[in-house]
């Protein structure tokens, strides 16, 4: 069965640095795109990034020059490097396996990890 166990949610004060985590298991990682949403308290989810199985990344205009998506496909890991936090960007994350392996955008995932809180306060 697949899964994906996301890591590294903490409380972090504006300006700070976080590195996400994504172990995943039950399907062959490299073939696969992988996405990050979030999901603020009372929101809806929102797309945050996404990387292709060849390394291509996009990210959502309100976190570019600040987040970075990358993969280790020898680990099977998908990370999220959280840098110049905001107090808006609290929310949980959550990977997720792409349907394909060249999807960057959007919403449109198979599976999806139970998330980890990122809070952006001081």
């Known amino acids: 069965a697949v899964q994906l166990v996301e890591f590294g949610g903490a409380l972090v004060q504006p300006g700070g640095s976080l590195r996400l985590s994504c172990q995943t298991s039950?399907?062959?990682?490299?073939?696969?795109?992988m996405t990050w949403i979030r999901q603020a308290p009372g929101e809806r989810p929102e797309w945050v990034s996404g990387?292709?199985?060849?390394?291509?990344?996009q990210y959502t205009d309100s976190v570019k020059g600040r987040f970075t998506v990358s993969r280790d496909n020898a680990k099977s890991t998908l990370y999220l490097q959280l840098d110049s936090l905001k107090t808006e960007d609290t929310a949980v994350y959550f990977c997720a396996k792409r349907r394909t392996s060249w999807e960057l955008v959007g919403l449109t995932y198979t599976d999806r990890g139970q998330g980890t809180l990122v809070i952006v306060s001081s």
């Open positions: 990387i292709s199985s060849t390394g291509d990344t």
């Open positions: 039950g399907f062959d990682f490299k073939d696969y795109g």
